[in-house]
């Protein structure tokens, strides 16, 4: 094994070429790659997508095999530190609903999961509140959901694009509209999606933008919502629209990957076991990131580099990181015992303004 030849960055397109670039014998059973994987993860910690393999870090000393756990590559999947185990458990909660086709959004699919807890949701649309409620500036919760959501929503793709590579389902991203009138949520018909995107352009237009990743970071970003939603409702009764994912399952082969990672379809306890695991991980990965960049900011404050946005600001102050893990405990820690809904509602603000984000059903 080459492993002198290792450099963070490295490509493999497939493990025969791995292989090849670093000296090793190619086998031909799977319980013998699988040895030989682990044997170079004392060396470098690997990510793979679909058959490819990319080296993420290289070691100065190799693990003993002792230290390897926990740096496995099966626990990371390119940036997506939850790696197979999104994968495995959205593949239990397909094969539970016994649906040839199911349609979720995002913040439900983070729930059923357990990468989240019951407050997160529902705490998005209140966030004014919540800010009030912990005693912390707006503009780090807002921080604080922007960068969840984004990690999530890499997460969630990332292991769906896996599940597709082993062709168990097929995905899609759809909009759905909630109507005002009737209080039902479907399928948006083309018509309305016009609806949708015709008055989102006309409030992008009369607020002088040209594109919604402009006023989304922008002052004007609550009056662009609450002109959008006002329009929409006028227009085609929509009181709210939100993106969510299709999901067509292949029921043939579901439970036989289930089997191929877990020997057996997740009883009840191993299902939490993975559950909880999975939640832990992610409330040690949002603190990490939380920590990374109150640094970089101090830094940048130190150099005496000007920071123009209230999200910088933010993350500059000392309270920063401690706000974070409250936030963190609060709407992902599924160990959390209580819903702060009831808490948030008796919450009085002035002025009252609309959440700058989506509802979600």
Known sequence: MKTENLYVGQEFKNYKQLCLDLGMEVKSSTNSKKA??????????LSKIGHSFT???????????IERRGH???????????????QLLIMDYLAQKKMKTVTISRT????????????YGISSDNIPK?????????????????????NFKNAIEVALNGLYDRRIIMHDKVTMVHKLKTGKTDLATEEEKDIIVEHEKAILKELDYSVVSEVRGSKDWLK??????????????????????????????????????????????KREEYKNELNSKVCDRLLENAEKRHKKMKKV?????????????????????????????????????????????????????????DNVV
Do not use: W
């Open 36 to 45: 030989q994987i682990k044997e170079l993860e004392r060396y470098c910690k």
């Open 301 to 357: 404050e130190s150099e005496e580099i000007f920071i123009d946005h209230k999200m910088g600001n933010c993350r500059v102050e000392n309270t920063y990181v401690t706000k974070i893990k409250q936030l963190v405990s609060i709407l992902i820690d599924n160990t959390y015992p209580e819903a702060i809904y009831p808490y948030l509602s008796e919450i009085k603000l002035i002025p009252s303004e609309p959440s700058p984000f």
């Open 55 to 65: 080296v993420d870090e290289v070691f100065n000393e190799p693990l003993s095999k």
């Open 224 to 269: 662009f919502r609450d002109k959008v939603k006002r329009r929409l409702i006028e227009q085609g009764d929509i009181e709210y629209y939100f993106f969510a994912y299709r999901i067509t399952v292949n029921q043939k082969y579901i439970e036989e990957e289930l089997n191929n990672l877990v020997d057996h379809l997740l009883e009840d306890v």
């Open 72 to 86: 496995s590559m099966g626990s990371r999947n390119n940036n997506n530190v939850y790696g197979e185990l999104i």
């Open 108 to 119: 439900q699919l983070l729930r059923e999961i357990e990468m989240t807890n019951f407050n």
């Open 130 to 150: 919540l800010a009030a409620h912990l005693e912390a500036e707006e503009a780090l919760v807002y921080d604080f959901y922007n960068t969840s959501n984004s």
